[in-house]
């Protein structure tokens, strides 16, 4: 009756605590709930090769959970919390460039990632949208226009051919573990720093892919 | 700069519409933009084949916009409209087994259907939706939970290993089609019987993959 379970392993259930949170940053419109989703992102793939059990049916899940962590889950805050055309039409671009990077990732096999990952570009924007709701960098109808364009900036980074590094070192890894845990209980700025230090290094390393 | 353009076919445009309808589903809280993503998720498999541009890219764009489009919108809806606990849990119910059965789905290569079709399962989750906020058939509060169990019900189907046709004939797309079209135009009642009688018909043939 459930053959499917057969194929299911553990670390598919890693994926799919990371969907789980995805679809509660939807529904709570909280951005923490992202955070979270990169964990059991990160998590599942280290699963998968611990325990053997890397299968095409655990990266097809991967891909499909993962747009909509970082895909709806940042596109919908975006709209939620700025509103207005500029936040549609950004929301629907950043998503859009998100299914297509997927996609790709999908087909390619290479040991760097082609264009910012989708992980990274969620958590720019949702970094984004935190630090302009929480400090009024500029007034909110400004914001309303910033955001909006960064957003799609971000978007046409993870479809651009802009070579990222796929694994940081160890202390990288874990100031970004420290970041995460400050994120959560509600201290975003150093992961802020994190992010847009990553999505900088890429821009500036600008090495692309031919 | 954006290499990515070399591997989009006109079809994957015809997916890409599917996403941003869905994601227009999530945005306006309306189960219109549902029956047009069905419409366009039709649409680019006929379209792949007839300009023959069937890709691993578009196969891969596919599930990755199924699961916005007919995972999470109707998740999504079904929570906004009947909330607390027990929606919230068949909303996430409800997607983890949608997101489980495109993975099952790209890994299959079966001329007939595994487990229910993801559209198949937001349309039936729509129109259930739709009924009982139309026709106050229970009161809210029975509905908030009635509502959500049909809803683990039809995610159920989905993983399950019950075979559902592929193709339907001639005159049952047309009737499929104008009742799609008459959705659009708020009288949703055909295109409910017509989600109903293929549930249904799968569950009475209880014809089960060996």
Redesign the interface.
Known sequence: ????KN??TISDYVT?IN??FG?LA??FQDFRFIYLAIVFDAMDGYVARKTNTVS???A??D???D??SF??AP??LL?YYFEGTFG?IA??IF??CG??R???F??LDVRYFV?LPIPAGALILSVTCELFLKYNIVNYNLASIIVPILAIIFG?LM???IRYPKYPNKIGMIIFAISLILALFGIFEPLAICAIGYVGYGILKWD??K
């Not at 009756?1 to 499917?4: A, R």
């Open positions: 009756m459930f053959k499917i194929i299911i799919v969907i789980v679809m939807i529904l095409d049916f655990g097809e899940l891909s499909i959970c747009v909509v895909g709806v596109a919908y709209y549609l929301s629907l998503l859009i299914a297509l997927l996609a790709r999908g087909i264009g046409l479809i651009s051919d692309i892919e």
